[in-house]
């Protein structure tokens, strides 16, 4: 025997088989395992090959990285922005990317919002109905803190988009045209419906759902009603005495019923002749100060008012905090006397909203700079403020007349005089 060789004994011989053995039985399982793995997958790829690749319905140039050959879906460009398609265990998804600028960030997108659902972390649309959309929207604003008057309009709105009650979420895009002949037929403006269909969009995208395409409403509610001097002091004579002091100070500033019915003394400073409205006591959520002692006959109103106010206090002995109140009561409705009044002054059908455009109208006679009056009416945007800019009779009338006196000093110049023979001088 040569040295260093060991003799192998029919033990060993038979312990070395033994392994060979074992190790080709289970390559052989492994290999059975990614061939039935294989199958699986050429199976889920035959499904999802149904969906057809569709080209984007607009040249868009195209990167390498930006589609490629293993991704499922399409994509496509509709009405301004980006769409994904795709489908997964025979569910479609279809939904707009808003933040998509190009096609290869819309493929990105396609890509993460797969890999959502495939993961279960995309919400699974086949249980969501109305009533759950419609709860956790009213969570997030309750949660966010919202305004009084944005729940109020949400719970408003509710009302009537439980139309929807018990639909599926997937089942709502194929019934909102439905809903807006059903809110037509019942009388409902299309500034109202816009508005509840706005609900209903916010509450796909809080609830991170595709949101349904909504229809385009037409909207031609620009009111064209103002007062004047006469008609004013025709409605002040049927109201009562602290609802004529509302309306008088809504003339004179142009504010908002609401926020003059919730001005409180805290928000007037008599010695320096300022009102404030703090931020977030508006409707637009920005605060604002006028300067009363530049007007006198305001001036002159809230001095009346913290006198009365002054009286109501020390006859009941307890602080009263309005600047318009009954009694000392806070006024929180005066539709109904407010109706009778103008109807009683042969106005009927105006509104408190009116003075607030006879409130712009005289500013902008005035020659006050639009951007301050924005700030003393509160308006937010110059396109609203031209919406109250309101130009009457009286006012196409005044600008004829300073034309035709332009016309009537060019047309009516002195001839040339002439001399005897005819000859001009």
């Not at 004529?244 to 100070?249: E, P, S």
Request: proline share 5%.
């Amino acid at each position: 025997m040569s040295k260093g060789r060991v003799k192998q004994t029919p033990e060993m011989r038979l312990y070395g088989e033994t392994i060979v053995a074992a190790i080709e039985r289970t390559t052989d399982a492994i290999a059975a395992r990614v061939e039935q793995h294989r199958e699986v997958e050429r199976a889920r790829l035959a499904e999802d090959s149904q969906e057809v690749l569709v080209a984007p319905t607009r040249s868009v140039a195209r990167t390498p990285a930006s589609r490629p050959s293993r991704r499922r879906g399409r994509v496509f460009f509709h009405r301004n922005r980006w769409w994904i398609d795709f489908s997964r265990n025979g569910k479609r998804y279809r939904e707009s990317v808003e933040t998509a600028k190009n096609e290869s960030e819309a493929w990105d997108a396609l890509d993460k919002r797969r890999a959502e659902v495939r993961e279960g972390r995309w919400p699974d649309v086949e249980r969501i109905r109305f009533e759950h959309l419609a709860e956790r929207l009213r969570n997030h604003y309750e949660a966010q803190g919202a305004r009084p008057r944005l729940l109020a309009r949400f719970r408003q709105s509710v009302a009537h988009l439980e139309y929807f009650q018990g639909t599926l979420a997937r089942e709502i895009a194929d019934n909102v045209d439905a809903y807006v002949v059903h809110r037509r037929k019942q009388g409902a403006q299309p500034a109202t419906i816009k508005l509840e269909l706005g609900f209903l969009g916010r509450m796909f995208r809080v609830g991170k759902l595709p949101a349904p395409e909504m229809p385009r409403l037409e909207i031609r509610n620009v009111r064209q009603g103002f007062f004047e001097p006469a008609e004013l002091r025709a409605v002040l004579a049927h109201l009562p005495s602290e609802l004529a002091a509302v309306t008088r100070f809504g003339a004179l500033t142009g504010w908002r019923k609401a926020e003059i019915l919730n001005l409180q003394w805290k928000d007037v400073d008599l010695p320096r002749g300022l009102v404030h409205l703090a931020p977030g006591t508006t409707k637009n959520g920005q605060g604002r100060t006028y300067p009363v002692s530049k007007h006198p006959e305001l001036a002159a109103l809230l001095q009346e008012q913290r006198e009365a106010t002054t009286a109501v206090e020390r006859a009941e002995g307890r602080i009263v905090p309005w600047v318009f109140h009954r009694a000392g009561a806070a006024i929180r409705d005066m539709d109904t006397a407010w109706k009778r009044a103008v109807r009683e002054a042969g106005v009927p059908g105006r509104l408190f909203h009116d003075l607030r455009r006879t409130a712009v109208r005289d500013l902008e006679r005035a020659r006050v700079p639009r951007s301050v009056a924005m700030k003393l009416t509160g308006h937010l945007t110059e396109s609203v403020f031209r919406r109250y800019a309101i130009v009457d009779e009286a006012d196409l009338a005044e600008g004829v007349a300073k034309l035709a006196a332009t016309h009537f000093g060019t047309a009516t110049a002195p001839k040339p005089a002439a001399t005897r023979g005819g000859d001009l001088k």
